[in-house]
């Protein structure tokens, strides 16, 4: 069965109506695909969503629904969750010092949390894993990298 996995970018399109929403609506509503989040998104999708309520003038109303959708979708296991263990912070951390200062690129702490959280995934299920991103900069670090090419399919969705 294929396994996604989608960092946070990309999986508030699921919520939203923007012209990648029908792709990522129809990845996540597939019942012949796995799809994935890291347990860290579960904030920061409510940021996302806060984020945009108010760039739009929306209240709370809107925000909760968008919010519920996405715990309906963890209930319904169309999102399954993979918790952030000690030993992946540890992967993070080598990851953040091998890109950021060996290779001198720039990557976040939540997105080295769950790029690392894709890979093991991957080696988990012994697949490779359809990573979504919105996010050029963590695309082109971890395109850059021999392990996340070979376990990732890493995937852009230009915005």
């Known amino acids: 069965m294929p396994i996604f996995f ?3 970018s990309a999986l508030y399109y699921r919520y939203d109506t ?3 929403s029908r792709r990522v609506r129809r990845i996540v509503s ?3 695909y796995d799809c994935y989040i890291a347990d860290v998104s579960i904030v920061e999708i409510a940021s996302s969503f806060g984020k945009q309520c108010r760039e739009r003038g929306w209240g709370t109303k809107k925000f ?3 919010d519920r ?3 309906d979708d963890m209930a319904v296991r169309r999102l399954n969750i993979c918790p952030i263990t000690k030993g992946l912070m540890l992967r993070a951390r080598h990851l953040i010092r ?6 001198k ?3 976040k702490t939540n997105d080295a949390l769950i790029a690392c959280c894709s890979l093991d995934l991957a080696l988990e299920k012994k697949q490779r894993v359809n990573f979504y ?17 070979k376990g990732l399919d890493l995937r852009l969705i230009n915005t």
Do not use: P
Request: with cysteine; charged share 35%.
């Open 98 to 103: 091998f890109a950021g200062v060996e290779k």
């Open 6 to 8: 989608f960092d946070t």
């Open 30 to 32: 597939d019942t012949r």
């Open 133 to 149: 991103t919105c996010d050029k900069t963590l695309y082109s670090v971890l395109k850059d990298i021999d392990a996340f090419r």
């Open 69 to 71: 959708r996405f715990f």
């Open 64 to 66: 909760d629904q968008m």
């Open 105 to 107: 690129r720039s990557i």
């Open 18 to 20: 923007h012209s990648h």
